[in-house]
């Protein structure tokens, strides 16, 4: 496999083809018909998704630094280049956008009824959005990126959307960009720094690493960064857009939001702040804050999410309690946070997102997604009840299911260094069985008392099409992660290398480290 | 060839665009009441076969704005001796002068069924612009304050009886008589300013001014009040609040096209001249305008982006937000180094050419008069109109400045220019302000796109004509290719200031 791909010069044209095929994907589902819009789009990203398969061959798991790269030069007055490059980071955030894209189209097919082309327009336009957010390795461009995935995530909320879709539409739109254009002004500055530092006007992430800062400098960058990132995770307190978003988006847009669009969010936080401000990034203070974040949102919005008459909200909900696993995980600044950190990324983008395509799809059969509607569904639909059952448990975290892996790594992790807060954050896990299983229980076996919910048909063969791999992947992560975590390790090791490092430098210095005016320390130095 | 501007001849040269451009304007003035535009043919429209509704004059004053356009290209083969003259011949000048003929091409584009619909004098219509535009050149190439009053009474002259055309609109009247009292009292300022900076430095002549003030040849007082008179005429004329009560009415009342004009190329000519006076000129005074200015762009930002989120009328919108982009602007001059004169050059050729394009929507949309101007109005539009609604959420995306688009590029040059001048407090509040624009913005681009038509076929009578739509599509192209091959531009915008002060960055981190 290694060879035929080597022989095509796969790694040279990968990423820049998972940009610009969905964009030109794009051209296409507009030229063609009405009716046929969706079966382009379809097999479109599906061909894109088998395409950037190759990747997983192509990518060499032996090595931590950015692979398959290629720059071009695209701004040269500003030093801004069109690099793209992955690393075992960025590697599987890829994969799983173009998994769930081809999946999340074809879980709409039933239920947009209107301005077909329009949507699957977008739908490909957010791919390529958010695959250029996973592959840039230029500042600059992955903010262009990271901008750009607003705008068609706008209008499929705000066009297909429910009842207050233009609420939950501006609302989203307002907090994600209130959050960025602060971290543009961060980014700015980074570029000044390098500027008068390096001598040379440059954006590269690799070269901004260089770049000297003090301690206050970091910590403002790292709040500029980290509220940016933060709502787009997103972390308590500033979720709250998320379950507006959720519960007014058409099932297609759920799924990308929560599958993809969040970890755009934790993604920035491996790629960008703890590489870029290791110093602010593991000063005890903002450890502790970020981390009594995650852990705040992990137990709140599990018991909201409890007392939730609506489904869709409650899964809602509990996306904003496993990313905060994920951000306890990576605060933990050890190799299991990190990794747990990220599996739970996966393992989220592939059930929740298995979660709201299930959800979308009763609704398509009862029009309804309140939970007391529901009951005893499990007797007329057995293949539906299996399928949601297995992706309940593997969001709750179910040993032998991908979300254990990750949930138990990151509070691993966790204990390492916070072992109160890992302690407190670990009920969290049972308080997900607590609201999801009655949830299931209330929905698939009370007592099968509604005319409506007998009438309720088994899955058909698309439905099966769309479930079937995300199943099997919940348990393939589950019993076996290690091709996941092989491939990861020596990425999060090149950042907690740099972290370390600067904490070396912090004490060389002699910082007393539980201030935050560490002023004029050279902070990173050329660690390579 | 090379200007030496101690035998007068060579004025001749160094200005032939303009002499060029209001010789045109007279002979579309003439032939606008002769032969078949003569005025008793005009008004009738009804079957009449050879009534062209003034699109012939249209045509020949493109053309004419073509021609000037070449002059001013062959103008970079031309080399002046010094910098001392009374007329610039540099890149900068060249660059605005640019922008100038842009906006005069598309306003001329779009105003073509406008002036038809509306039965407007065509003639005198175009005239009128194309002497406006030369106004704006005028302020552009001069390096003398006499010369910028000139050119600023020239245009501003063209421009009141512009805001006026419509005799028939009661509003077009009104906006006329304001933005006349208004303008003429800011030009007093204007005037009074120039006098006293004559009293402090002995020279009208920016460059000599500007030897003056920096060797601290100057008097302290008169100078104090002639910048603080020069600046008060200037934020007048770029509409910054505190001054820009004249605006939002002038912009509501003055047909669209005019509307569309003085948002875009008014604000550009003010910009470049303030640029060249307070950086030439005033650079060796700097600290003491410096804050001024800050705050000015500052309350301007913040003010007028905060009001337009309340603006139900999409002209109305459309002036706030042209504040708010004289805000951004002021940012620039008050980083006042090369890299944020650059921006602003940039800057004014997207914004002319983001706010043409969105102007030219709002005229179809109101169908080539002054109505539906409401939000409301564009319920469902761009699904019943998806071109034109497509071109119009790009240019909404493009004001607001997003990826992608000309707009973008143009903020990340501001912020850049600002960085130079460690100016992080004034580019937060850019960026904050720029996340309230944003509600204004969209709010557009959801009743076109989210919600629906109160009646049904409530967008049939919209057209886009010929023209119209040639500025349309230039505008969209224009602004995506900045937006992502932004490169070329930016180079040239940067080479076009070279040899203009630079003072922002020798001050860092002041703070007022």
Redesign the interface.
Same mark, same amino acid.
């Given at each position: 496999m290694t060879e035929i791909l080597s022989s095509i010069g796969y790694a040279e044209w990968i990423l820049h083809a998972l940009i610009w095929l969905p964009i030109l994907g794009m051209g296409l589902v507009l030229w063609a018909d009405e009716e046929r819009a969706k079966h382009v789009a379809f097999w479109w990203s599906a061909g894109v998704f088998v395409l950037s398969l190759g990747m997983w061959w192509a990518f060499d798991p032996g090595s931590g630094v950015m692979q398959m790269e290629s720059v071009a030069p695209w701004i040269p007055g500003w030093g801004i280049s069109y690099a793209l490059g992955v690393d075992g980071i960025s590697l599987f955030m890829v994969l799983l956008t173009t998994l769930i894209t081809p999946l999340a189209i074809l879980g709409s097919f039933e239920y947009i009824r209107k301005r077909e082309r329009a949507f699957y327009a977008l739908m490909l336009l957010l791919e390529a959005g958010v695959v250029g957010v996973f592959v840039a390795t230029d500042v600059f461009l992955f903010y262009v990126f990271f901008e750009l995935t607003l705008v068609p995530m706008y209008f499929i909320v705000g066009i297909w959307g429910g009842e207050r879709r233009i609420y939950a539409a501006i609302k989203f739109f307002l907090y994600t960009a209130f959050g960025s254009l602060l971290m543009l002004v961060g980014i700015l500055f980074l570029f000044f720094k390098a500027k008068t530092a390096l001598g040379v006007p440059t954006f590269a992430l690799a070269d901004l690493l260089q770049v000297p800062l003090t301690g206050t400098e970091q910590l403002w960058l790292f709040a500029a960064f980290a509220l940016a990132f933060s709502v787009k995770i997103p972390l308590f307190p500033l979720h709250t857009w998320l379950p507006d978003a959720h519960v007014e988006a058409p099932t297609p847009g759920s799924v990308v939001l929560a599958a993809v669009l969040l970890k755009m969010g934790t993604y920035g936080f491996l790629r960008f702040l703890l590489p870029l401000f290791p110093v602010a990034a593991q000063h005890p203070t903002v450890v502790l804050v970020m981390m009594t974040l995650a852990v705040v949102g992990i137990i709140f919005t599990a018991w909201v999410a409890a007392v939730q008459p609506d489904a869709k909200k409650l899964v809602a909900y509990t996306s904003v309690a496993h990313m905060g696993f994920v951000v306890l995980g990576i605060f933990a600044l050890t190799v299991n946070g990190l990794q747990g950190g990220l599996v739970v990324m996966i393992s989220h983008g592939i059930s929740t997102g298995a979660l709201f395509l299930l959800l979308g799809m009763l609704y398509e059969r009862r029009h309804t997604r309140k939970i007391e509607d529901f009951g005893g569904i499990g007797r007329v639909a057995p293949l539906l009840t299996t399928a949601f059952i297995i992706t309940a448990l593997a969001s709750i975290g179910l040993p032998g299911t991908s979300g254990f892996v990750g949930e138990f790594l990151a509070l691993l992790g966790a204990f390492e260094t916070h072992p109160v807060l890992a302690g407190i954050a670990a009920t969290g896990v049972i308080f997900a069985a607590y609201y999801m299983l009655p949830m299931v229980q209330k929905v698939f076996f009370n007592k099968l008392d509604r005319a409506e919910n007998i009438e309720v048909h088994d899955l058909t063969r698309r439905e099966l099409v769309i479930l079937t791999p995300l199943l099997a992947l919940m348990i393939l992560i589950g019993w076996h992660p290690t091709p996941l975590l092989e491939r990861m390790e020596p990425s999060v090791q090149v950042i907690l290398d740099r972290v370390e490092s600067a904490s070396a430098d912090l004490e060389i210095s002699a910082l007393p480290t539980d201030t935050i005016q560490a002023e004029a320390v050279p902070a990173v130095g050329g660690d390579e | 060839m090379t200007l030496d501007f101690s035998r007068q001849l060579h004025y001749f040269w160094a200005l032939l665009p303009e002499i060029v451009l209001c010789s045109w304007a007279m002979v579309v003035l003439v032939a606008g009441v002769s032969g078949s535009h003569a005025p008793g043919r005009v008004p009738d429209d009804n079957g009449d076969p050879t009534f062209d509704g003034g699109a012939s004059l249209g045509w020949l004053s493109l053309a004419g704005v073509l021609l000037v356009a070449l002059f001013n290209g062959w103008l970079y083969s031309v080399h002046e001796v010094d910098q001392t003259g009374m007329i610039a011949v540099d890149g900068f000048r060249l660059f605005a002068n640019w922008i100038f003929l842009g906006a005069a091409a598309l306003t001329i584009l779009i105003s073509f069924s406008y002036v038809r619909r509306q039965r407007l004098q065509a003639g005198e219509f175009y005239a009128l612009i194309l002497l406006a535009t030369s106004g704006m050149m005028f302020m552009a190439a001069a390096r003398d304050l006499m010369v910028i009053f000139l050119g600023l009474e020239v245009m501003s002259i063209a421009v009141y009886a512009l805001t006026g055309f419509n005799r028939r609109d009661r509003k077009s009247a009104e906006a006329g008589l304001k933005y006349f009292l208004l303008g003429a009292f800011s030009t007093g300022f204007f005037l009074y300013g120039i006098a006293l900076t004559y009293g402090a430095t002995g020279s009208t002549n920016i460059a000599l001014i500007g030897a003056a003030v920096a060797g601290g040849g100057a008097s302290d007082g008169l100078l104090t009040v002639g910048v603080a008179l020069l600046l008060i005429g200037f934020a007048f004329k770029v509409s910054a609040v505190p001054f820009h009560m004249w605006t939002p009415d002038v912009y509501e009342g003055a047909p669209g096209p005019v509307t569309a004009f003085m948002s875009a190329a008014v604000k550009a000519a003010a910009f470049v001249a303030f640029m060249r006076v307070f950086l030439v000129g005033f650079d060796g005074v700097y600290e003491a305008w410096y804050p001024v200015m800050w705050w000015l762009a500052a309350i301007t930002m913040v003010a007028a982006n905060l009001i337009a989120l309340v603006q139900s009328n999409v002209k109305r919108m459309l002036a706030y937000s042209s504040i708010a982009h004289a805000g951004y602007l002021l940012v620039a001059l008050t980083a006042a180094n090369q890299t944020a004169a650059a921006g602003l050059l940039f800057y004014l050729l997207v914004y002319t050419v983001m706010n043409m394009g969105a102007f030219a929507v709002v005229l179809s949309v109101s169908h080539q008069s002054e109505e539906r101007l409401q939000i409301e109005d564009y319920a469902g539009f761009g699904?019943a109109q998806p071109l034109l609604g497509v071109f119009l959420t790009v240019f909404l @995306?493009s004001l607001a400045g997003?990826?992608?688009t000309g707009g973008?590029m143009g903020k990340?040059f501001l @912020?850049?220019g600002a960085?130079?001048s460690q100016l992080?407090a004034l580019?937060?509040i850019l $960026?904050?302000t720029? $996340?309230a624009s944003?509600?204004y913005y @969209?709010r557009v681009a =959801?009743f076109m =796109?989210?919600?629906d038509a109160g009646t049904p076929g409530h967008h049939d009578q919209v057209e886009a004509p010929f023209a119209l739509r040639v500025a349309l599509f230039a505008s969209v192209a224009i602004i995506l290719y900045l937006g992502v091959f932004?490169?070329g531009v @930016?180079?040239f915008a940067?080479a076009s200031v070279a040899g203009l002060g630079s003072v922002g960055g020798s001050l860092l981190g002041v703070g007022p």
């Open positions: - | 699904w @995306l997003f990826p992608g973008f990340i @912020l850049q960085a130079d992080w580019s937060i $960026v904050l720029t $996340v944003y509600w @969209l =959801w =796109w989210m919600k932004p490169s @930016l180079s940067q």
